[in-house]
């Protein structure tokens, strides 16, 4: 049985950030995603998505959402 979700998110600022997947399991996918771009992906429905993005003074900004919150309802 797969228990997988599927999951949308959309960079929406001006900044190239970095999303990574990871859950308890320690799965852990990592990818560049572009202003504007817009990431489909499957996930555990414990997993987490943190985005990476980077401030004019250089400091690293960590957003975290839950893949539940995210997930695409069919």
């Known amino acids: 049985m797969n228990n997988q979700?599927?999951?949308?998110?959309?960079?929406?600022t001006s900044k190239i950030q970095i999303a990574c997947?990871?859950?308890?399991?320690n799965w852990r996918f990592e990818q560049v995603v572009f202003p504007g771009e817009q990431l489909l992906f499957e996930a555990a429905p414990d997993a987490e998505l943190r985005i990476d993005t980077d401030t004019k003074t250089g400091a690293i900004v960590t957003n975290r959402i839950l893949c539940l919150d995210i997930q695409v309802l069919e």
Not at 5 to 12: A, E, P, Q
Not at 21 to 25: E, Q
Request: charged share 10%; proline share 0%.
């Open 5 to 12: 979700i599927l999951c949308f998110y959309k960079n929406t």
């Open 21 to 25: 997947i990871s859950n308890i399991a």
